[in-house]
């Protein structure tokens, strides 16, 4: 559903991602480092993880609706990971530290509590893993990945998003939202119709949260997006970019060079050409 690129306007000089977005608000500085300086971060188990249990869920829709099954979805756990393990590297740099055991057995328990959520019989997705994208105005272009995209007869949107992690908590819902908002936008601007449901499955611990996105809430979000890139257009001019300490800083894989822990940022690399911001 990706739109076609020789329709995008000459002007725009960036693009953004909901998980770009999400680094610029957590921290300015993390979002330099990830798309600026384009720093090498270790891969995560978890990740991977999670990359494979998608890759299941993608591959199961492929069968007919009759025969996805949670027998059909574990037998095509081991082949992916095969896969996986000849083709990426970072599978390949995480191996030697790894139980696979252990590991592919929490995939299996992620998929398996897939179908205690939906029943894949039910229904048949409209997309899979689709890249969508628009040009928010001008100068922005905004885009992302979808896992599940479904249409109803009736002509009703609902959009997907798998977790392999746990449910917010209590009044954390509503920054979850954002990523799918986002989406959201992009369809409603692509295809002139709001999504009805934004869908969240978190296999972590079986929770689903559902919203109803209004245009008035899918207008804020585009507010939003436009003033987080106004932001990071700002910080590029300045070279200011801003570091926001929180619990996350404990995932942060730069902390040898932040500030907040003592460290120094390396030199801004010269930037060519436009801000390319990809998933």
Known sequence: MSEDKEGTPASIVATLSPSRANDYLNC???????????????????????????????KLFT???????????????LPLWSEMKESRSDVQELLPKMNEEEFLLSGFTLVKRYFDLEDPTNFEPAELETHVEVALNEHLLIHGYIDRLDIAPTGEIRIVDYKTGKAPGIGFEEKSFFQMKFYALILWRTLGKVPKRLQMIFLGDGKVLTQDPSEEDLLRTQTKIEKIALDIEESKK????????????????HQGICPEFGGTPPPLPNENGPDSIRN
């Open 28 to 58: 300015p500085l993390l979002y330099r480092f990830r798309t600026i300086d384009k720093l090498p971060e270790p891969p995560s188990i978890d990740a991977i993880r999670g990359t494979l249990v998608h890759s299941v869920l993608e």
């Open 63 to 77: 069968f007919p609706r009759a025969e996805r099954s949670l027998l059909l979805a574990e037998s095509q756990l």
């Open 238 to 253: 300045s070279g200011k970019w801003q570091t926001r300490k929180s619990r996350l800083c404990d995932w942060c894989a």
